[in-house]
């Protein structure tokens, strides 16, 4: 059976940027223990609201999910703990994200970036293992069955899916597959895979994508069709959209 990435489609698709910040404006702190060393990474999913000791913070962030509609964010907890104790190359990372910020050589900033990106990966797997019991994308994903027809949906958003292809793919059957989904993502697979469409579309619409083009990407039968489900949406036209000034 073919291996199924949960996660860099959706990585791949928003551009995760990490970068030190001051820890007023940080979403991201690493934590000390008593000795000093790094001993858990906190993160604010939405809201900047870290309550705690200055002198217990070793390295502060500001994380950017490449725009509020990147589903992660509101599959996480508005507040991730990751414990360090653990995982000595979790702890590495950090320390090396901690010395290129103080030692301020070139580069640091792309290099902090980049280790940034590999520690929030490491936490969201931590995550999807964990689980969730609240409906969304992360019990989806937690979900062995199900996390493989969501990954064939995220890989493939232009396929016209029927459920009775994505419940193969669970190794479900079909009741049993609709049933599941609804109860664990929250919204049926035909929902899902219709908001996953659109938030991709957007994407490429702002980027300055033809309209036609975008909805023959994403499985629409014509321009309009796509117009009227992206304005339902999102509230916006997509030609609109597409020529506003900065996009």
């Excluded at 969730?132 to 958003?157: E, F, K, N, Q, W």
């Excluded at 033809?210 to 992206?230: I, L, N, Q, W």
Aim: charged share 20%; glycine share 8%; aromatic share 6%.
């Amino acid at each position: 059976m073919a291996r199924f990435d949960r996660l860099t489609t959706l990585m791949e698709r928003f551009s995760l940027v990490v970068r030190p910040a001051a820890l007023a404006e940080a979403n991201l702190l690493v934590v000390a223990a008593a000795d000093g060393t790094p001993q858990e990474i906190v993160l604010c999913s939405r809201t900047n609201g870290f309550v705690i000791d200055a002198d217990q913070v070793l390295f502060c962030a500001q994380v950017d999910w490449g725009g509020m509609s990147n589903p992660l964010i509101a599959a996480l907890p508005d507040v991730v703990v990751f414990d360090l104790g653990g995982d000595a190359d979790s702890r590495g990372l950090v320390s090396l994200m901690q010395t290129e910020f103080q030692a301020q050589r070139c580069g640091a900033g792309s290099v902090v970036s980049r280790l940034g990106e590999v520690m929030i990966v490491r936490m969201l797997r931590a995550q999807i293992e964990a689980g969730s019991t609240a409906p969304g994308l992360l019990a989806g994903l937690s979900d062995p069955r199900l996390s493989r027809a969501i990954v064939a949906i995220h890989d493939a958003p232009g396929r016209g899916w029927r459920n009775e292809e994505l419940a193969q793919i669970a190794g479900l059957s079909l009741s049993r597959f609709a049933e599941t989904f609804l109860a664990v993502v929250g919204e049926p697979p035909a929902a899902y895979l219709r908001r996953w469409r659109l938030i991709l579309a957007r994407q490429d619409v702002v980027r300055g994508d033809r309209v036609d083009a975008v909805a023959r990407r994403y499985g629409y039968r014509s321009p309009e069709g796509f117009a009227r489900a992206f304005k339902r949406h999102f509230g916006d036209n997509p030609v609109a959209l597409r020529l506003k000034p900065g996009n």
